[in-house]
């Protein structure tokens, strides 16, 4: 369980991070999601007591990060923005020291590693530098790295960048396979990652929370209404308005285009009914002749394209 | 202090990991070897005397180069970050550093012991000031790691620390070299402070509380600095 209230980082004038509110609970998977420079690093390295606050708390399970910062850093794992490990050392040499700082139990330390390396996929290059591995491989170690002491809580700064995309579908596996027992927190300024792998999401723009709700409720409230594009040749805009505008499920018609005979319109829906059944057979009555005729979902995109346009 | 002995281990083979380790070692005995021996049988006594003479020099340019990648590195590579979200305190990352450093020229000095006993066999060597001077060498090397542990602290560019540590372990090896610049009245004050002139008489075999506690006060004041340097990033 994470709590964060009223959190705020100042950089010399710049203020990164304001006055954001967060909570993430056990069994949960928090996306926090944001165009770059929009202060996801800042809040997690706060978070990782990594950076001291400007203001505000944080508080995880029943420890504020001011008074317990060891105790806060046992029971956490981070995985930092591109994995930066130390070069020279050999992936087993690196898992193994970090066993012995997390104290691992020494009888059970080539196990915990074993295990890891099977769950991330890194057993074929535990006898390699560091230096020499590939992204993929290296944010691999990272995150074996995070979870070596199989922390309660684990904070992951963009967990997927770099990887091809059936490394990118492994580890959003194993993110969830760990969700539904620990609390994460990941950011990501990829919309899909967060859409397929979070409970919620917390879009921050600008060092400010500016959403924060269950996936599910956050692409309904502001994106679940569906979007029709027609385009129609022979056909007159006043006619088309008149026409199509009545048909119930249709919120607003708007005509987009007019290139001679050639008409596009866009139909905002309301959730129900769906009003495609009754647009067709309205245009079938007539004379235009049907050239395009799709429906678009708006997805998490579109709401984050919304929230986060410049004002 | 678990934690502080990890790092330690891990640093200290962190040192022969990458070429840096063998270099350092090469250039100091070839440095030390070279100095010694070339004087040696002029001088035409069995003693050690000119091979710990040197040491306080030749220590003010081995030692930052030990020392320089200890922190510069790891703010450049980023790695600071995981090091700091482990379950570790200020302490336990600058005590382990400095402990790794120490072990490293403690390890370095293992193959000067040669000379000792080559010496030992040509002629009746005394033992006394050996042992001295070869406790002044970690003292010195403990307070010039702790000098260039700061150094380090400072940058993320490990040429700079080198630089920076180097400038002030000469300053502190050669300060009493310069003392025709000063005023008489800071005279004494500014003697004191220099490293040679401790090393010298723990080099001499005699072990004096003033000498053990200018470097005591050299490693404390070199590590507290980073300390507050380390905070200062949190």
Redesign the interface.
């Known amino acids: 369980m994470i709590q964060v209230e009223n959190l705020t980082k100042h950089y010399g004038g710049i203020c990164a991070v304001d006055r954001i509110h967060l909570i993430a609970r056990q069994g949960e998977i928090l996306g926090l999601l944001g165009p770059n420079g929009a202060g996801k690093t800042t809040t997690l ?1 706060m978070l ?5 606050p400007t203001a505000g708390s944080i508080r995880i399970k029943d420890y504020r990060i001011e008074d317990h ?2 105790k806060i ?2 029971i ?1 794992g ?1 995985l ?1 923005e ?8 050999l992936v087993f ?1 690196y898992l193994q ?2 066993a ?4 691992v139990d020494p009888a059970r330390r080539l196990e915990r590693i074993r295990e890891l390396g099977e769950l991330c996929g890194i057993n074929e290059v535990m006898h390699q530098t560091i230096s020499e591995l590939s992204k993929g491989y290296k944010q691999r170690v ?1 995150l074996a ?1 995070a979870m070596m002491a199989d922390p309660e809580v684990l904070v992951l700064d963009e967990p997927t960048s770099g990887l091809d995309p059936n490394q990118i579908v492994e580890i959003r596996e194993i993110i969830k396979r760990i969700g539904r027992e620990k609390t994460v927190i990941f950011s990501t300024h990829i919309l899909s990652e967060a859409e397929a792998t979070c409970d919620r999401v917390a879009i921050i723009h600008r060092g400010k929370i500016v959403a924060d709700s269950r996936t599910s409720e956050l692409k309904e409230r502001l994106g679940g209404r569906n979007h029709i594009r027609i385009t129609l040749d022979q056909a007159e805009p006043a006619a088309v308005e008149r026409d199509l505008g009545t048909v119930a499920g249709v919120a607003r018609l708007k005509v987009l285009e007019q290139d001679g005979p050639l008409v596009r319109i866009g139909i905002d829906c309301t959730p129900a009914p769906d009003p495609r059944p009754e647009l067709y057979r309205r245009i079938k009555q007539t004379n235009w002749v049907l050239l395009d005729f799709h429906q678009e979902a708006r997805t998490l995109e579109a709401v984050f394209r919304e929230l986060t346009k410049e004002a | 202090m678990r934690q502080a002995l990890l790092i330690c281990r891990k640093e200290f083979h962190a040192y022969f990991l990458s070429p840096i380790a063998y270099i350092v070692i090469a250039v100091f005995l070839l440095v030390t070897g070279w100095f010694f021996f070339s004087t040696f049988f002029l001088l035409n006594q069995a003693s050690l005397r000119s091979f710990f003479m040197m040491l306080p020099v030749v220590f003010a340019f081995v030692v930052p180069a030990l020392t320089m990648r200890l922190l510069a590195e790891e703010f450049n590579i980023g790695s600071y970050e995981t090091l700091l979200t482990l379950p570790v305190g200020f302490a336990d990352v600058i005590l382990g550093k400095f402990l790794a450093c120490v072990a490293f020229i403690a390890a370095m000095l293992v193959p000067t012991l040669a000379y000792p006993i080559t010496v030992s066999m040509l002629g009746t060597l005394d033992w006394g000031p050996v042992a001295g001077g070869y406790i002044g060498a970690l003292l010195l090397g403990a307070a010039f790691s702790a000098v260039g542990l700061f150094a380090s602290s400072l940058t993320r560019n490990q040429i700079i620390a080198f630089i920076v540590g180097m400038a002030i372990c000469f300053g502190l090896t050669l300060i009493n070299q310069m003392l025709f610049f000063l005023p008489r009245a800071l005279l004494h004050f500014f003697s004191a402070l220099a490293a040679e002139v401790h090393f010298r008489n723990i080099a001499k075999g005699i072990i004096d509380t003033r000498d053990l506690v200018y470097f005591a006060s050299v490693i404390f004041i070199g590590l507290y600095a980073t300390n507050l340097v380390l905070k200062s990033r949190y």
Do not use: N
């Not at chain 1, 990782?48 to 001291?52: A, E, M, Q, S």
């Not at chain 1, 591109?82 to 020279?88: C, F, I, K, N, V």
């Open positions: 390295r990782t007591g990594f950076l001291k910062p060891l850093k046992a956490l981070y930092p591109s994995a930066p490990l130390y070069h020279d050392m040499d020291y970090v012995g700082i997390r104290g990272g790295h």
